[in-house]
């Protein structure tokens, strides 16, 4: 390496981008195309507004290309950092270049907590009229932001391979890393954070569910919706990225600047050891830099034209997440940038997978229309580091796009609201439902068979962490997001749900009952079906969000999980754990290609071929052979009254054993395996009102 005329200073390499330690000393390479100057500058501490050292880069002997690069002797981990760009600031052209800002790394692995990022000082602009132009702030903003950490490259990983398993095999927990153990009833020593998760491990493993699905944790900003909406609320959900490479700081529970990033690998490895898969709900769409009034936080003051869509009028963002800005994925350094961060989790930090966030956006070019082959989609179905990764797509995005059933190619597994809202018009008992509720059960061939994907490219859920709980989907009739301060016109409007009698938490048993055995429903479909089963989290003890149907801003009791309501609603609790062990007992319900015509019969409650046209149909029945000793049927009885089906008949070496019955109070309602109750009456079987049940046909002493 070339020396500087400081001893200390060399001119560095060029790769990889970011802060890496190399010999004994640190190599900072930073990407900007149109910068005119940069530098880096180093801090003490969190809250330092002066620098303790500022080295300009010299662009004859530190830059190559576009990559701004240069290597300091002598710097450690826990070594704090920053950049300030210098360019053009020209709205009009795109360009919004200020050297008063203090610029976050974009490959940054880690920053400092800093709960009180101070946005008016943060937001580095002054209204210019006329038409929205502005002129640069002379404001210095850095003793308002966190600063970048040099983080600690090494961990004993102890041999740690991804459990890797199949999609057939795979069964989803969406949860929030904080909200499932910051309540005080979670009764974990360390709520709220990486290693409270890692507490909850025989929980999950008791469950049995196999993978967990965290909702960001990519550092983002806790106070960006403090400053629009007041001070009791709090950017909860996260779906606001700051930096994409950072896990959170602020869900680390020591004190340590490089923490945060060895406390998720301690937690990745954890839950390997016990067999379960960390998958990310990433989000590569769009930053909390937002629109043209948001904060100077990194992008916008690197390369504002490289790293967003711009309208025409390029003082404007192009905004097709609803959040003000877009992230411009296609382009070549932009689609770089992703890939790495990508590798960066699978590499260094042994994630699973990722579930990518208005994936759709991903598919649109620089002019923000549509693609059918996105190069950053096919990249990343076709990474050779990313090759054994699950990749999972909300196929939409803010602005109408919707690609359910045609995401990219094979390899890209989707979100499949239908299946969300099909099997909640069923059992709510809406007309003409009969069709759409067998299609999602089989795996939804409707929408996936016709580009050759099966029902493992269909992730089957009926609630996320965007909408309802299980419990309020059937408390509620209407949403109730008044502490969201927007009057309540946040949030869906239309949620196929029901209160079944009163709106809210009641003490009558009959509605009561009701609930409970909709709730179970829903699980025993969900569990039945194929595709990949996605449950939300402490949907299995009846979290309740009080109707609240968009939580994102609600980092309080509204949306923490209230483990003591797993004392309260054991039975819900047994009942999920007995449906995860059904479907892992039967592989014939979770297999990777579609039903035939052979595999499964459907019957009408008398018997007969079900009536597929009529409106008014709510009863359905099917047989499933699984193996040549044993067969499946159940039964769906979505109207309010009982019905009896008639039963296939059983061959004289075989009889009919009751599995579940969701009508069924506690025990009775799930058989383990090998202890299902041998039916009195093997010509019928007469099902309660909004109730489902499975039988086994199998072996049996005669």
């Known amino acids: 390496m070339t020396k500087s005329k400081h001893s200390d200073i060399q001119m560095g390499e060029p790769s990889p981008l970011g802060a890496r330690v190399r010999d004994d000393g640190v190599n900072f390479a930073f990407f900007s195309r149109n910068a005119r100057r940069v530098r880096l500058e180093l801090f003490d501490r969190t809250e330092d507004s002066k620098a ?95 600063k970048c950490v040099i983080t600690q490259e090494y961990f004993d990983w102890q041999g740690d391979r991804p459990p890797g398993h199949p999609w057939s095999r795979t069964i989803i927990y969406e949860t ?112 909390a830099e937002t629109d043209l009034l948001g904060s100077t936080l990194n992008y916008r003051g690197i390369d504002n034209t490289i790293f967003y869509l711009l309208e025409d009028d390029q003082r404007f963002y192009k905004n097709y997440t609803g959040t003000g800005n877009t992230i411009n994925a296609n382009h070549p350094v932009v689609q770089e940038h992703i890939l790495s961060a990508l590798r960066y989790w699978v590499q260094e930090m042994h994630v699973d997978g990722f579930r990518f966030d208005l994936a759709s956006i991903l598919s649109r070019d620089t002019k923000g229309s549509l693609q059918e082959d996105a190069p950053i989609l096919k990249t990343i179905a076709r990474d050779t580091v990313l090759k054994d990764v699950k990749i999972i797509a909300e196929p939409w995005d803010a602005a109408g796009a919707y690609q359910l059933g ?94 079944y009698g009163f709106e809210g938490q009641t003490t009558d048993k009959a509605i009561e009952s009701l609930r409970k055995r909709q709730i179970k429903n829903f699980l025993l479909t969900l569990f039945i079906s194929r595709g990949v089963p996605m449950l939300l989290g402490a949907d299995e003890f009846r979290r309740t969000q009080k109707g609240n149907n968009n939580a994102y801003c609600q980092d309080n009791e509204t949306s923490w999980y209230d483990w003591n309501c797993l004392k309260q609603h ?79 008949t059983a061959p004289m070496t075989t009889q009919w054993y009751l599995a579940v019955d969701t009508s069924l109070e506690g025990s009775q309602d799930a058989f383990a395996a090998k202890k299902e109750s041998l039916l009195d009456n093997p010509q019928t079987y007469r099902l309660k009102p909004q109730s489902s049940a499975i039988l086994l046909k199998k072996m049996g002493k005669m």
């Open 52 to 146: 303790s050292r500022g080295i300009d880069f010299d662009p004859q002997l530190n830059r190559t290309g576009d990559v701004w690069h240069i290597w300091i002797k002598g710097i450690q981990p826990s070594q704090l950092y920053a950049y300030r760009v210098d360019g053009p600031y020209d709205p009009k052209a795109g360009h919004r270049f200020n050297f008063n800002k203090l610029l976050l790394d974009p490959f940054a692995t880690a920053i400092t907590k800093w709960p009180h990022w101070d946005f008016d000082q943060a937001l580095g602009y002054n209204p210019s009229i006329p038409d929205g132009d502005f002129v640069p702030s002379t404001i210095d903003n850095a003793g308002a932001m966190p």
């Open 176 to 287: 929030h890393l904080r909200g499932c153990t910051i309540h005080p009833s979670s009764q974990v020593k360390h709520p709220g954070t990486y290693r409270g998760l890692i507490e909850k491990i025989p929980y999950f493993k008791e469950l049995g569910v196999t993978a967990l699905e965290l909702m960001p944790i990519q550092e983002f900003n806790e106070s960006q919706v403090t400053s629009i909406l007041g001070k009791s609320l709090r950017n909860y959900w996260g779906y606001d990225p700051v930096l994409f490479l950072a896990p959170k700081a602020s869900y680390s529970s020591g004190k340590g600047l490089d923490q945060p990033k060895q406390e998720f690998r301690e937690m990745v490895l954890a839950f390997h050891k016990a067999g379960i898969e960390i998958i990310l709900d990433v989000v590569f769409n769009h930053t």
């Open 406 to 499: 045609h995401f990219s190619d094979q390899r890209w597994v989707e979100w499949n609201d239908r299946y969300r809202d099909d099997i909640r018009r069923f059992w709510r008992g809406d007309d003409g439902m009969l069709g759409a509720f067998a299609n999602r059960i089989c795996g939804s061939a409707d929408i996936f068979a016709h580009l050759g994907k099966g029902p493992q490219n269909s992730i089957n859920f009926i609630t996320c962490h965007d909408g309802f709980t299980l419990n309020d989907m059937v408390s509620y009739r209407n949403k109730h997001n008044e502490l969201n301060r927007q009057n309540n016109n946040d949030g869906a409007n239309e949620n196929f749900s029901d209160n």
């Open 570 to 648: 054991r039975e819900i609790f047994d009942f999920t754990r007995g449906m995860i062990a059904l479907r892992r007992a039967h592989p014939i319900l979770s297999k990777e290609q579609f039903y035939t015509n052979t595999d499964i019969l459907w019957f009408s409650p008398q018997g007969e071929l079900p009536n597929w046209s009529h409106s008014k149909g709510k009863q359905l029945a099917c047989l499933i052979q699984d193996t040549q000793e044993l067969s499946l049927f159940l039964m769906f009885n979505a109207s309010s009254d009982s019905v009896d089906f008639h039963l296939p």
